[in-house]
């Protein structure tokens, strides 16, 4: 099976630029999360999706969005970057979706989003 | 609110020496918790859960209700155990079912 894949693994982008990352979940499953990671702040969550609707949203502002088709494919959009977007941007992919008897997430190897 | 707390950032350890990566949370309800860890250039991957009791990569960790901890112990560190480890919780209908994540502990194994 394979396993969560994400595009593109790498970018550079400039302030003011927008920027669409992608999220290929395992086979079946049905719940994508997204998260942001920095070395200063670690594992923040941005958002959830499963079955094509947004279950949970974490504090980030509007600029942050996201979106999953009937294939349970996801994509996040950062619109404005700004200096302090640059990260790994993480997709998790699960069976069920977070809460009664969560199930393990599947991570990807991350977007990493450099803004200049 | 719902919490979960690594107190250390940094955890460092000579290889053979027991460790302990400490995780508290604060839940009203039945907590559901989760150890994740990310080797160098790898995933993030599920390292265990409480409600399977295993030992993995001869890790353990006890549920404790009454101090509300999730501790990760191993009695004898090995270099390859270096590594983040974040401990999470699984939120109930306040939280939305989130997970909720700990900050994070950087795990260095000395040889």
């Known amino acids: 099976k394979a396993g969560v894949t994400q595009t593109p693994r790498y970018l550079i982008k400039t302030r003011g630029q927008q920027v669409t990352l992608s999220c290929s979940p395992i086979s079946g499953h049905r719940s994508v999360s997204w998260y942001q990671q920095t070395p200063g702040q670690g594992l923040q969550f941005l958002f959830e999706?499963?079955?094509?609707?947004?279950?949970n949203k974490g504090n980030f502002p509007g600029r942050f969005s996201g979106r999953q088709f009937s294939n349970s494919r996801s994509e996040m959009n950062v619109s404005t970057l700004e200096l302090g977007d640059s990260a790994l941007y993480l997709c998790a992919s699960s069976a069920r979706p977070t809460g009664i008897g969560t199930g393990e997430l599947f991570f990807g190897e991350g977007s990493r989003l450099t803004v200049l | 609110a719902q919490r979960v707390t690594q107190p250390e950032k940094l955890l460092s350890v000579f290889k053979g020496a027991p460790v302990e990566l400490k995780c508290n949370y604060s839940?009203?309800?039945?907590?559901?918790l989760f150890w994740y860890v990310q080797y160098s250039r790898q995933r993030l991957q599920l390292l265990l859960r409480?409600?399977?009791?295993?030992s993995i990569k001869g890790f353990t960790a006890d549920l404790n209700k009454g101090e509300t901890s999730f501790h990760l112990k191993k009695p004898f560190a090995q270099e390859e155990d270096s590594a983040m480890y974040y401990c999470?919780?699984?939120?109930?209908?306040?939280?939305?079912?989130?997970?909720?994540w700990g900050a994070g502990t950087k795990l260095i194994i000395k040889p």
């Open positions: 999470a919780l699984s939120g109930g209908m306040d939280s939305n079912y989130q997970l909720i």
């Open positions: 839940y009203s309800g039945s907590p559901e």
């Open positions: 409480h409600i399977s009791r295993e």
């Open positions: 999706y499963f079955s094509e609707t947004q279950r």
